[in-house]
């Protein structure tokens, strides 16, 4: 049973245009989220997180919102760019776990020119 | 700066034959140390976790194993492949449990 779910393998947006992805979760029980972007034979590089008390955090290009009673998670990136293309992961940490992060199965965010 | 090496890159293997994959980390001590796999079109499955040396745990039973013999160094090891154990491996580190996760490059594993 997934408990992070990716539900858009991929998503193809313009350049300049802003790109959504979105993440869901059916546990309640996680206390932060996470992130990634990876590009094609190279491991998972940090974007963004959030911890649950919060519902908006911003970096630069790149804002992550949470909305905990829909348990909803998206990545929002403005203005997108052609570096932009790679697969994005979210990831949620368990409360009662101190180690694990639980994965989604990653969306392919294509930007055309 | 912290880094995280993998290696080999590339691995083609044949069914039967042992592996061996190795991580290490510089910049940083006493890291806890995390081996993934992600199989074609899916997420990234935790195998094995290590906060020190000689303490790992395993997330997954399976016929691999890994092993911590120094505080940077961490092992993927396997004494007989399956066709199932074909995949992008990757190493990550992390300050404290639970905490963001840093990726080596990875290793594509194939097993023909």
């Known amino acids: 049973d997934q408990q992070v779910k990716q539900n858009s393998p991929s998503l193809s947006v313009q350049e300049g245009r802003i790109s959504i992805l979105n993440c869901d979760y059916t546990?309640?029980?996680?206390?932060?989220f996470l992130w990634y972007k990876k590009y094609p034979a190279e491991g998972p590089t940090f974007l963004i997180s959030i911890s649950s008390i919060k519902d908006k955090n911003e970096d630069g290009r790149f804002t992550v919102f949470l909305n905990k009673s829909a348990k909803h998670l998206s990545l929002h990136i403005v203005p997108s760019q052609p570096g932009d293309s790679a697969v994005y992961f979210c990831?949620?940490?368990?409360?009662?776990?101190?180690?694990?992060?639980?994965w989604g199965a990653g969306t392919k965010l294509i930007i055309k020119p | 700066s912290q880094t995280i090496h993998q290696w080999p890159a590339t691995l083609v293997q044949p069914v039967g034959s042992p592996l061996s994959l190795e991580c290490t980390v510089e910049?940083?001590?006493?890291?806890?140390l995390y081996w993934y796999r992600q199989a074609a079109g899916r997420g990234l499955q935790l195998l094995f976790y290590?906060?020190?040396?000689?303490?790992i745990s395993s997330e997954v039973p399976q016929n691999l194993s890994a092993s911590r013999p120094q505080d940077r160094q961490f092992i993927l090891s396997s004494k007989k492949l399956l066709l199932s154990d074909s995949g992008f491996y990757l190493c990550a580190r992390s300050r404290d449990m639970g905490g963001e996760q840093y990726f080596g490059p990875g290793t594509r594993l194939t097993v023909t």
């Open positions: 546990n309640s029980m996680f206390d932060y």
């Open positions: 290590s906060v020190g040396i000689g303490q």
């Open positions: 910049g940083t001590s006493n890291p806890n």
């Open positions: 990831a949620a940490r368990p409360v009662d776990s101190n180690y694990q992060l639980i």
